[in-house]
Nanobody, 123 residues
Framework: QVQLVESGGGSVQAGGSLRLSCAAS????????MAWFRQAPKKEREGVAV???????QYVDSVKGRFTISQDNAKNTLYLEMNSLKPEDTGMYYC?????????????????RGQGTQVTVSS
C-alpha cells in the first residue's frame, strides 16, 4: 500500500518561509515524476511544482523564484521550500507521485496522492 504523508504546514506572516515534506512509503523504485499541488478555499486545485525523474523541475508562474521542489531518494521524501510567502499562497498543499501521463500539473495524472497539509499566510 503506497502512502504519501505531508507535513510542515503552519501559519506564517507574509514574507515568511515554510518547508513542506512528503514522506512516501510502500513502493520500490523511482516514483517517476512527483509534484506539489495546492487548493485555496473556494478555488480549484492547482499544480504548483513538478520534479521529473531526471531531476528537472517546473513551477507555476506564481511561485517561480520563491518555491523550490526537491527530493531525497534515499529517504523517499519530497520537499517544497517556500520563501517570500504571500497571503495568496494560503491553502491545503498536497503531494502526488507516479505520473501516469498527460499534463504533469493535472492532479488526475498521478496515481498516488496525499491528504494534505495546511498553509496559512497572514498579511
Amino acid at each position: 500500500q503506497v502512502q504519501l504523508v505531508e507535513s510542515g504546514g503552519g501559519s506564517v506572516q507574509a514574507g515568511g518561509s515554510l518547508r513542506l515534506s512528503c514522506a512516501a512509503s510502500g513502493y520500490t523504485g523511482n516514483p517517476y515524476s512527483m509534484a506539489w499541488f495546492r487548493q485555496a478555499p473556494k478555488k480549484e486545485r492547482e499544480g504548483v511544482a513538478v520534479i521529473y525523474q531526471d531531476g528537472r523541475t517546473q513551477y507555476v508562474d506564481s511561485v517561480k523564484g520563491r518555491f523550490t521542489i526537491s527530493q531525497d531518494n534515499a529517504k523517499n521524501t519530497l520537499y517544497l521550500e517556500m520563501n517570500s510567502l504571500k497571503p495568496e499562497d494560503t491553502g491545503m498543499y498536497y503531494c502526488a507521485a507516479y505520473w501516469r501521463g498527460g499534463n504533469r500539473f493535472n492532479w488526475e495524472a498521478y496515481r498516488y496522492r496525499g491528504q494534505g497539509t495546511q498553509v496559512t499566510v497572514s498579511s
